[in-house]
């Protein structure tokens, strides 16, 4: 079970001090047409040059993985079409307030929006626009 095995999610004294250090912010919201009971995200997604992190929650499940998108979309067949333009960052181990380094050589700029996808079940979970 995948609750079971999260990790440790960043306290709010860590996510408060790394809001002040976002360049980039963005929305979960639980309503998006991908989204539904069991696959959903809720909170403030944020970005500075070397970290992507969650002030939020996101459901539970296995094998998440965090994309940089070239477009936002709101749902799975969204998002398989522009899959081989977007860039994985890193897989998602927490499901309250993760945090996720940024791998040296992505340029983040080039990329507006943010998502959260399951790869063992080709699952929509969550995405997001940044500001």
């Known amino acids: 079970m995948p609750i079971l095995t999260a990790g440790p999610g960043l306290d ?9 250090s976002a360049e980039r912010r963005g929305r979960f ?18 970005m500075n040059a070397n970290k992507i992190w969650l002030d939020g929650t996101i459901s539970p499940g296995p094998d998440y ?27 998602v181990k927490a499901f309250k307030n993760f945090s996720v ?11 507006p929006a943010v998502l959260i ?5 080709g699952q929509f979970i969550t995405a997001a626009s940044f500001e």
Do not use: N
């Not at 919201?29 to 944020?46: E, K, N, Y």
């Not at 380094?101 to 990329?111: H, L």
């Not at 996808?117 to 079940?121: L, R, S």
């Open 12 to 20: 709010q004294v860590a996510v408060q001090a790394l809001a002040t």
């Open 29 to 46: 919201v639980r309503d998006l047409p991908g989204s539904d009971a069991l696959h959903w995200g809720d909170g403030t997604i944020m």
């Open 65 to 91: 993985h965090l994309y940089l998108a070239p477009a936002f979309v709101d749902d799975g067949l969204g998002f398989l079409a522009i899959k081989a333009e977007s860039v994985m960052v890193s897989p």
């Open 101 to 111: 380094e940024i791998p040296a050589g992505i340029t983040t700029r080039s990329y």
């Open 117 to 121: 996808w399951c790869e063992a079940f």
